[in-house]
């Protein structure tokens, strides 16, 4: 069972959770080291500006429904939507960037049942995936934009290269929402996602800092190079080892793939004999990292893994040092939600910027279902909606 789901985990990586992007990436593991505690030089993708933004976002406090995430706002702008005004019932359309990895799959089975919730105002919704494919995406938008959608929902494959797609759609004249990850315009009517890859990654490396010894060696795991909101989670990282002065004795790329993340790990016990903390960039492999350590009859030192069902059941039962920072896809919620406030002519918040709650110690019983399948993603946000649990199963 344990190697059908590392299977499932590892399908089409690029997608992780993550927004994809057209720049050049950092430097990759195995280049030498220049700056910090063998964190190298810091990503070209860190922007001091959004780092500080972001951090401070954390400790923002949301306005919206206290029980409702993904109604919520931190530091809402809003805008007038008064010109796209259209009386319903709406047909909404959506262009997918991919359905290739579970938190992907947990997300859209959350937007299919926001859509059946909505039922009375929705008379059809039109998705479309573009397998993780740029020119696909490309020639999905541009068709629908002859379908008759009263909006646009649009969750780009890359950014740079999505940019005019979404703003031939803007200049069609209808409403479109972009959500998860970005593009280059402002043209969308907002733009949703939660806090951010500075967030996620500083929340991981100041937990892993402050539990592990001083000094002591870290690991860091990443998915890819090249992928944004990966890469800021890493640039974030960063600044949180070089100020706690860890030992980073390796940042290496895992691909995604459990019997690679097995290996990585398995190769600095034998070398260093003690790892002292683990930071990961993504989840998805966490339990692929454990299971490393319990092999070689070694201590799981404190890590971060993410809320992906069957990382916080082994934190559980083995009873970890650990932290979850989330990038929850309760986010899928809040396209469908969007684009019926804007085709009331209601304002909406631009960018639109959620909560990004994370499992501690302390709240870990709350997300840990058991019933639920092991690739589950505990901030789902699903409970309320139509065909719970089952759809989800």
Avoid at 133 to 140: F, G, T
Avoid at 314 to 332: G, V
Wanted: hydrophobic share 40%.
């Amino acid at each position: 069972m344990r190697r059908s789901l590392a299977a499932l985990a590892a399908v089409t990586v690029l997608s992780l959770t993550a927004c994809a992007t057209d720049e050049p990436a950092a430097s990759p593991s195995g280049s030498a080291p220049a700056a910090g505690s063998g964190t190298g030089e810091q990503s070209k993708f860190f922007v001091q500006a959004d780092y500080d933004a972001e951090l401070a976002l954390l400790t923002a406090t949301a306005t919206g429904p206290a029980d409702k995430p993904w109604e919520q706002a931190l530091n809402p702008k809003m805008v007038d939507t008064a010109k796209f005004k259209k009386n319903g019932p709406h047909k909404i359309c959506f262009s997918n960037a991919a359905l290739n990895n579970p938190w992907r799959q947990v997300g859209f089975k959350t937007m299919q049942a926001e859509v059946e919730a909505q039922k009375s105002r929705i008379k059809e919704f039109v998705h479309v995936d573009a397998e993780g494919k740029d020119q696909k995406q490309i020639a999905d938008i541009n068709d629908l934009l002859g379908k008759g959608c009263d909006a646009l929902i649009v969750s780009p494959n890359t950014t740079a290269t999505l940019t005019p797609a979404v703003e031939a759609a803007c200049k069609a004249g209808l409403p479109v929402v972009v959500f998860d990850r970005g593009v280059n315009t402002k043209c969308p009517v907002t733009f949703i996602n939660p806090i951010g890859g500075y967030g996620f990654g500083h929340v991981g490396a100041e937990f892993v800092s402050q539990k592990m010894k001083p000094g002591g060696k870290v690991l860091a795991l990443r998915i890819l190079p090249g992928v944004d909101v990966l890469e800021t989670r890493w640039s974030a990282a960063k600044v949180a080892f070089d100020k706690a002065k860890v030992d980073v004795v390796g940042v290496e790329f895992t691909d995604g793939d459990p019997a690679k993340t097995k290996k990585i790990v398995d190769d600095y016990i034998q070398r260093y004999g003690t790892i002292d903390g683990v930071w990961m960039d993504a989840g998805a492999t966490a339990v692929a990292a454990v299971e490393a350590f319990q092999d070689a009859g070694k201590p799981v030192p404190p890590m971060n893994g993410e809320d992906q069902l069957d990382f916080l059941k082994i934190w559980k039962d083995k009873n970890l040092t650990a932290i979850a920072p989330t990038y929850p896809t309760y986010q899928w919620r809040t396209p469908i939600l969007a684009v019926l406030q804007i085709l009331d002519g209601k304002q909406v918040s631009s960018p639109w910027k959620l909560p990004q709650p994370t499992v501690t110690q302390d709240n870990l019983d709350t997300y840990l279902d058991p019933s639920m399948p092991p690739l589950h993603y505990a901030m789902c946000g699903c409970t309320d909606l139509p065909g719970y649990p089952q759809r989800w199963k």
